[in-house]
C-alpha cells in the first residue's frame, strides 16, 4: 500500500521508571530528512532516533519530539558541600556571638535547616543513567508511536490511490477517443485536400498516385498510434506502481512526466478542435495526478 508523506503519531508510557512521550510528524520532501527534539540531558538519543526513523520511512520532513521525566526518586541524588556548610556555620556563629555582646535579648536561632538553606550547600542531581537502557525505553514507547504515525501515512496513501487511479481511468477513456476519432481526422483533411485540388484544377484531371503520395504523408503526420499506445503502456505502470508496497513516489513523477510528453505530442498532431480539446482535458487530468504524486512517498 502507498503512503502519503504527511503523517502523524504519538504515544506515551512509562518504562523503567521513566514517563516518556514521543510525537512524530511530517510533511512532504523531496527526500527522507528526520530532526529530533530531545531533553538537553539525553541528547545521546538524537542519532539514535535518526537512524530508527530512517528505517521506518522513505521519504518526507520528519520532526520527533521526545519528553523524559524520571518518575521514580531512585534516580535522584543529594550532596552536601560539607567545606561551604562549616564555613556557613562558622559566619553564622561569628555573627551570632557579635549581636548578642550588644544584645541581651538576642535569640540563639542557628539551626540545621538555615545552614541547609544558604546557596550551593545541598546539591540535587540525576544519577547518570546507562545509555542504552534508556534508548530501549525510548525505542519501546517510539515503535508504537511509529505503527500510528504509519498508519496515518497509509490511510492518506489509500485516499491518494483512489484518485490518481479515477484520474488514470479518466485518462483512458479520453485516448479510446482519440483512437477513434484520429484516423476520421485524416480522412477528412485527406477529403478537404482533394476538393481544394479539384476546385483549383477547374476540371483539370487530378494525379491519383499524387494524391495517395500526399494522403500517406499527412497520415503519417498525423498519426497518434504510437502516442497511445505509449500512453496505454504508461497508465498500465500507473496503475501497478500504485498497488506496491514500495516507495515509488520519484518513479511515478518520472512516469507522470512521460505521460504527459506523450500527451503533448498527441496535442501537437492534432488538427481537429474534438482531438485538441480532449488534449487539454488530458493535460488537466495529468497535472491533477502530478500533485497527488507529490504527496506520496
Known amino acids: 500500500m502507498i503512503k ?31 530532526s529530533t527534539r ?44 560539607r567545606p561551604l556548610a562549616l564555613a556557613y556555620y562558622n559566619a553564622l556563629s561569628e555573627v551570632r556571638s557579635l549581636i548578642a555582646e550588644n544584645d541581651e535579648g538576642f535569640r540563639n536561632d542557628i539551626s540545621v535547616v538555615s545552614v541547609a538553606k544558604m546557596p550551593d550547600v545541598l546539591t540535587v542531581h540525576s544519577v547518570e543513567l546507562d545509555e542504552e537502557s534508556v534508548w530501549e525505553s525510548v525505542r519501546t514507547v517510539a515503535e508504537v508511536a ?18 490518481v487511479l479515477a484520474r488514470a481511468d479518466a485518462i483512458l477513456e479520453f485516448v479510446s477517443f482519440v483512437e477513434l476519432r484520429a484516423p476520421q481526422t485524416v480522412k477528412e483533411r485527406m477529403e478537404k485536400i482533394e476538393a481544394r485540388m479539384r476546385e483549383l484544377l477547374d476540371g483539370v484531371a487530378v494525379d491519383e498516385s499524387r494524391l495517395l503520395t500526399e494522403a500517406g504523408l499527412l497520415a503519417d503526420r498525423l498519426a ?5 499506445v505509449r500512453l496505454r503502456s504508461h497508465i498500465a505502470q500507473l496503475r501497478q506502481m500504485v498497488n506496491s508496497d514500495e516507495a515509488i513516489g520519484r518513479k511515478l513523477d518520472f512516469l507522470v512526466q512521460e505521460i504527459n510528453r506523450e500527451t503533448n505530442t498527441i ?29 506520496i512517498e
Not at 39 to 65: C, E, S, W
Not at 147 to 163: N, P, T, Y
Not at 224 to 228: A, F, N
Open 4 to 34: 502519503s508523506m504527511t503523517g502523524f503519531g504519538r504515544h506515551q508510557a512509562t518504562v523503567n521508571g521513566l514517563d516518556i512521550q514521543v510525537e512524530i510528524r511530517s510533511v512532504n520532501h523531496r527526500y527522507c530528512e528526520v
Open 224 to 228: 497518434v498510434d504510437e502516442e497511445t
Open 267 to 295: 496535442a501537437s498532431k492534432s488538427q481537429d478542435v474534438d482531438l485538441a480539446k480532449t488534449a487539454v482535458n488530458m493535460k488537466s487530468e495529468i497535472e491533477k495526478i502530478r500533485e497527488q504524486i507529490q504527496n
Open 146 to 163: 511509529v505503527e500510528k504515525f504509519i498508519a496515518m501515512r497509509e490511510v492518506e496513501g489509500a485516499r491518494l490511490r483512489d484518485d
Open 38 to 81: 530531545v531533553p538537553h540531558a539525553y541528547g545521546y538519543l538524537d542519532n539514535k532516533l535518526k537512524t530508527f526513523m530512517q528505517g521506518k520511512i522513505a521519504r518526507g520532513k520528519v520532526d520527533v519530539n521526545v519528553w523524559i521525566t524520571a518518575t521514580e526518586t531512585d534516580g535522584c541524588e543529594v550532596t552536601v558541600n
